[in-house]
């Protein structure tokens, strides 16, 4: 499986963006997908993630500003992010699967100026 994110880009505090993935090809519905996210010179760290188009989780940082939704005709996870703050800064990976066998997309680029 193969996924591409897209939607990064440079945003000032306090905007949003809309983070998109696509599949290359059908995800059953009770595997999850979802965000990950890694800043410079830091680990890799969960954002969020949502499976059967229903009990989404998010981390603590983000979980009064994001929202996680998926569109399995579209084969498509999205990651709506509000109130934006530098340290959203990081590149935002998209991934498919569990722990033990997961599918990992390149990755956007996020960057929140002050």
């Known amino acids: 499986v193969q996924l591409q994110a897209s939607g990064g880009g440079l945003v000032q505090a306090g905007g949003s963006l809309r983070l998109s993935c696509v599949a290359s090809?059908?995800?059953?519905?009770?595997?999850?997908m979802g965000w990950f996210r890694q800043a410079p010179g830091k680990q890799r760290e969960f954002v969020a993630s949502i499976r059967s188009g229903r009990d989404p989780r998010y981390a603590a940082s983000v979980e009064d500003r994001a929202t996680i939704s998926r569109d399995n005709a579209k084969k498509s996870v999205y990651l709506q992010l509000t109130r934006l703050q530098p340290e959203d800064t990081a590149i935002y990976y998209c991934y498919a699967g569990g722990p033990d066998n997961r599918f990992w997309g390149k990755g956007t680029q996020v960057t929140v100026s002050s």
């Open positions: 090809e059908s995800i059953h519905s009770s595997i999850h």
